[in-house]
């Protein structure tokens, strides 16, 4: 089934000859339980693309469809809903709240979602033990190292079981040691059934993922499987 659908996306910021054309018409399903890479060089549309698949900006032009959801056409109201439910976030810079624990900064996401705070606590708490950070749950991120801040985002991007986990180089600012332990926990989330797109630099990766998707000046210019599809 597919989760999501871009029917002839574009995005263009500025206007007259200012225009930067950031996406051309782009066409591209991704079914539900894929674990996709996106890879370009630097400019070519990723951030724009994720973006738009993350909700945070509409396209130009054309159709995304999200679970079926024709979400460019949605107001801000019901797009902020979906966007709890269905969506989830790690960025390459963690964005943690400094002032936060990591059970407090997981426990953000639910703020909304109206749970009696004992039930808030015991879902934090599964989830950091899910992303293997089950006794460093009263640490601040500054007593944290880098994989394990990230670990905290990941607790956090999970927390309210989203269907599709967007990351934008989530491995971008650690070492090759610690990025091999979060693309961990990433192939054990779509393992258990999560679609996750994570847009990356680093080939070896997006060859753990099934699919590599590559941007180039805005445009898809190849598609296709990954190494990492064939020996899971
Ligand atoms: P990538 O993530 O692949 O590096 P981006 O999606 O960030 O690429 O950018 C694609 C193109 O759109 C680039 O030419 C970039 O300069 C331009 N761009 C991105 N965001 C904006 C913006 N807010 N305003 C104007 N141009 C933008
Ligand atoms: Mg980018």
Redo the contacts with the bound molecule.
Sequence with gaps: MALIEFDRVSKA??SGELT?Q?LRPISLTIRAGEYCAIV??????????MAILGCLDRPTSGTYRLDGNPVDTMGANALAEVRNRTLGFVFQQFHLLPQLTAMENVMLPMVYANLPKAKRRSRASRALEKVGLGNRIHNRPNQLSGGQQQRVAIARAIVNRPQLLLADEPTGALDSHTSQSIMAIFADLNREGMTVIM?THDRQVAEQCDRIIT?HD?QVIKDSRAPGSLTR
Excluded: D, L
């Excluded at 370009?40 to 693309?49: L, V």
């Design positions: 910021y500025g930067v950031a370009g060089p630097s400019g070519s549309g990723k951030s724009t693309a847009v941007f805005g």
